[in-house]
């Protein structure tokens, strides 16, 4: 590990340093905060791959048989595949709001869908509802068309997030307006989400409740927030913060009691997150899953092999599944700690909501191959937990980084970084099982595989056949599998 100055890594155009005369240098100032430029050691993973074996992977035998009740015959030869898996590895699709306009989006989508079958996509409030009372979800980039493209695809599809605290329309924010107003603003709104979207298979709930102990006292979502029974004090909750969870999973379960909805927070350690979850608990709130966000755009939010697994083996009191919800790896120097991030957001977010350039931080190719390296051990401790069900990576591209700080697996041309090869090879090589063999004497094979959806096709008489089945951790371990003739699919 070592520090730079900011400068030699800082995009410095015309664009940008009219950004500077906009902006006050005293608050914009990331000169004193210098980078670290992480060197990645490979972790040691003692145990990983066969913590990965014993709880991704069950023992099957299928028996195949054709539609006309034909017997097929010993010794035919079969070609198994693995076409999905029910491990949710997924993407965002709620960060790269420029891609839409490149000419290279649709190349954007085959790469989105080789490596996931799980999609985040965006339902930010203020992004869809500008005018009071007047819904529009086919404006916006990022919205209907790849929230379709995705169902589409097969893919799992969370909407994020039902109730958030940010990206609000101003008559939420509204520091004046009568509490009683918002709260039937924001029943409506998540009554019509759940009622509006039946096909959308996960929600998260409200997005990282802690969170608003750092919003302004008159905000009207934290007076909300109060109105609802959380007392804040010195940024601390004196009581809540479950109060709103359990208003927003009320009115969820109301228009939806048979939906899967996840927790989701930024901060895996915060003491108040772990008191939302107890509170949930205690008082039989169901929710479905832990959320646990990790950018790691500080040293102070960067993780180690043992922090890590640390972290994770800190949720297992709640017996609940572990999401991955928002992993960020970056490509360039980050921060020692919060305050230059601080800085770096705060800059960021105002070129966002004055639209102009961001400031962007430059990455090298010694930083895509720490990228690609911590990505690759990250993702194989997770992968090996057992309460883990689903990773998603947050940001596809690097054309719209957030906080400016690129952690694609794409660069700004669309053009996969290495990081996206070694997510290729994990998920669809390494992870993914195939076979060849010949059937026995009752058409039966046996095989070892990793979870998830297969197909399987013989050759008799010079005709094809092809059959699908689904190997799942609660399936039937012996599986009548039919195979149909190619013309007749």
């Known amino acids: 590990m070592r520090l730079i100055g900011i400068p030699s890594l800082y995009t410095v155009s015309f664009f940008s340093l009219l950004l500077c005369l906009f902006l006050n240098a005293e608050d914009f100032d990331i000169s004193e905060f210098p980078l670290v430029i992480k060197e990645h050691t490979a972790w040691d993973l003692e145990g990983a791959e066969d913590r990965i074996d014993a709880y991704r992977k069950g023992d ?12 097929i015959p010993r010794g035919v030869e079969y070609d198994l595949k693995q076409v999905k898996h029910d491990f949710l590895f997924g993407g965002s699709l709620a960060a790269d709001w420029s891609v839409p306009e490149k000419k290279w989006y649709p190349q954007f989508k085959e790469y989105f869908a080789k490596l996931f079958n799980y999609a985040t996509v965006n339902f930010y409030w203020s992004s869809h509802e500008k005018v009071r009372g007047e819904w529009d979800y086919d404006s916006a980039p990022l919205s209907s068309e790849i929230y379709q493209w995705a169902k589409d695809q097969g893919m799992v599809v969370k909407g994020h997030p039902l109730m958030w605290h940010q990206v609000l329309p101003d008559w939420i924010k509204d520091s004046e307006r009568s509490v009683r107003k918002i709260d039937k603003d924001i029943k409506k709104h998540v009554k019509n989400l759940i009622k509006g979207y039946p096909e959308i298979d996960h929600w998260d709930a409200y997005n990282e409740v802690p969170g608003i102990v750092w919003k302004d006292e008159d905000l009207g979502m934290r007076r909300w927030q109060a109105y609802k029974g959380h007392e804040i004090v010195d940024n601390k909750f004196v009581s809540g913060p479950g109060y709103v969870t359990e208003a927003i999973m009320k009115i969820a379960r109301k228009y939806r009691p048979d939906g899967y909805y996840v927790l989701n927070h930024y901060q895996h350690s915060d003491p108040f997150y772990h008191k939302q979850i107890q509170y949930c608990l205690d008082e039989e709130i169901d929710f479905e899953a832990i959320g646990i966000q990790t950018h790691m755009h500080s040293e102070t939010q960067s993780f180690s092999e043992a922090s890590l697994w640390a972290a994770l083996e800190s949720y297992n009191q709640y017996e609940k599944p572990i999401f991955l919800s928002e992993v960020s790896v970056l490509s360039c120097g980050i921060f020692e700690d919060w305050r230059g991030l601080d800085v770096q957001e705060k800059a960021w977010q105002y070129a966002m909501d004055n639209k102009l350039p961001i400031p962007l931080l430059e990455g090298s190719p010694e930083l895509e191959r720490y990228q690609s390296e911590m990505t690759r051990d990250f993702y194989t401790l997770a992968f090996s937990h057992p309460q883990v069900e689903s990773i998603t990576w947050w940001t596809i591209t690097d054309l719209d980084p957030w906080r400016g700080m690129p952690s694609g697996l794409l660069n700004v041309d669309g ?14 090589e390494q992870w993914n099982t195939s076979k060849e063999g010949e059937l026995s004497n009752q058409a039966m094979f046996e095989f070892r595989g990793f979870y998830g959806s297969y197909e399987v096709s013989v050759d008799i008489d010079g005709r094809s056949y092809l059959g699908y089945f689904d190997a799942s951790k609660e399936s039937d371990k012996t599986l009548t599998v039919t195979v149909y003739e190619y013309e007749n699919l």
Do not use: R
């Open 415 to 428: 053009v996969p970084k290495p990081v996206y090869y070694v997510l290729d090879e994990l998920i669809n």
């Open 60 to 71: 099957f035998s299928i028996v195949l048989q054709m539609k006309s009740g034909e017997v």
